[in-house]
Structures are given as C-alpha cells and as structure tokens.
T-cell receptor, first 117, second 114 residues
C-alpha cells in the first residue's frame, strides 16, 4: 500500500516571501500521479498543482512549483511571493495510474500554512 | 457551471442512528468518490462509483455503503453510528473516463455524532 508523509504540521512565512512544503511518499509502482491540494477554512479541497511521475520536468502553475525527485520519492511544493490568500491546510496526495479508472487518492496528514502580514 | 454540491452542510446524530449524505457531481462528471476527514488528519478514501458501479472501496466497515443514481448523483449511508464517525465527509467528482483528470471536491458535510 502507498503512504504519503508530510513531516511539517505547521509552517509560517512572511507575506511576499517564498516557502517550501515537504512531502515524501512510499510506493513500489513506477507510474503514478502526485497532487498538492489546498483546503482553506471553507473546507473545499482545491487542486493546486499535479505531476505525472513519467514526466521529468517539474510542474509549475503561476506562483506554485514542485520539486519532484522520483528516486528519492520526494514531492515538495514551493510557493513564491506568498499572499494572504495562500493561508490554508495543504495536502500532498498520491494516485496510482496502474488500474484504469482507479481514482483513489492517498493523502498525507497536511501542513497548516500561515501567512504573516 | 455549478461545482460539486453536498447536502446537508452540517448534521448532528446520536450513536446508533443512521445517516444519509448526498452529493451532486459537476455536470458531465460520471465518477463520484467519497472521503472521510477526521479532524486534524488528511481525507481517507471510502468509495468510488462510476456509471452506477462501485470502482473502489477503502478500508471501512460494512456499516458504510453508497450508491450512485442514473443522474450520477450519489448517497453515502452510514448505519449504527459511532462517536468515531464524527468527521467531515467529502464528495469528489470527475469525468471518470480519462486517466489523469483531477478530482473536484465539494465543501463537505460536517457530521457530529453524540
């Protein structure tokens, strides 16, 4: 079974600065997907960024980028130019691609990000 | 277009009772998944349904069941409620027929069991 570990329960960053959230995972599969989701107080899980394991290039979405290290099974999220609206719980998630139609996500325990004005 | 909608928003039940949670997916989405999120933890997968058939089941007791209707909406049922069932229940939808389409989540139903 796959596991996802987020070792930073809480992080804080000054507004406009850069912060990196860590995620490691364990799997025996070679092909899979990795995601970062954001959960603000509204409770809705919002997709931030995703990475296909077969792609060597790190995904980027505006101020959000990842550092995907497949051999190390590491998938960190970098937020540049942090904004007050980035304050939320951030969850790293894993999804196998081996079984067609299997959409099960395995989540980490989350990192609470606080933005300091 | 409307996002994933869940009802009710909040619910309080007593131990031993039964509860039904409802989810309407985004228009055109045929896959619905359910997750349980206990306070302070990440969501745990409960079920996935596609075209009314179960595609996946997480490690939950038989007290948990679900179904999907012809309009692709879904219900999650929990029998004989325990205090430990208190959690945020999230529903997510996707087209279901593409390998890497992301899940779209609703705002969840907060269930409190007393």
């Amino acid at each position: 079974a796959q596991t996802v570990t987020q070792s930073q329960p809480e992080m804080s960053v000054q507004e406009a600065e850069t912060v990196t959230l860590s995620c490691t995972y364990d799997t025996s599969e070679s092909d899979y997907y990795l995601f970062w989701y954001k959960q603000p107080p509204s409770r809705q899980m919002i997709l931030v960024i995703r990475q296909e394991a077969y792609k060597q290039q790190n995904a980027t979405e505006n101020r959000f980028s990842v550092n995907f290290q497949k051999a190390a099974k590491s998938f960190s999220l970098k937020i540049s130019d942090s904004q007050l609206g980035d304050a939320a719980m951030y969850f790293c998630a894993y999804r196998s691609s081996g079984i067609y139609g299997n959409e099960k996500l395995t989540f980490g325990t989350g990192t609470r990000l606080t933005i300091i004005p | 277009d409307a996002g994933v909608t869940q009802s009710p928003t909040h619910l309080i039940k007593t131990r031993g009772q039964h509860v039904t949670l409802r989810c309407s997916p985004i228009s055109g989405h045929k896959s619905v998944s359910w997750y349980q999120q206990v306070l302070g933890q990440g969501p745990q997968f409960i079920f996935q349904y596609y075209e009314k058939e179960e595609r996946g089941r997480g490690n939950f007791p038989d007290r948990f069941s679900a179904r999907q209707f012809p309009n692709y909406s879904s219900e999650l049922n929990v029998n004989a409620l325990l205090l430990g069932d208190s959690a945020l229940y999230l529903c997510a939808s996707s087209p279901g027929d593409r390998a890497n389409s992301p899940l779209h989540f609703g705002n969840g139903t907060r269930l409190t069991v007393t």
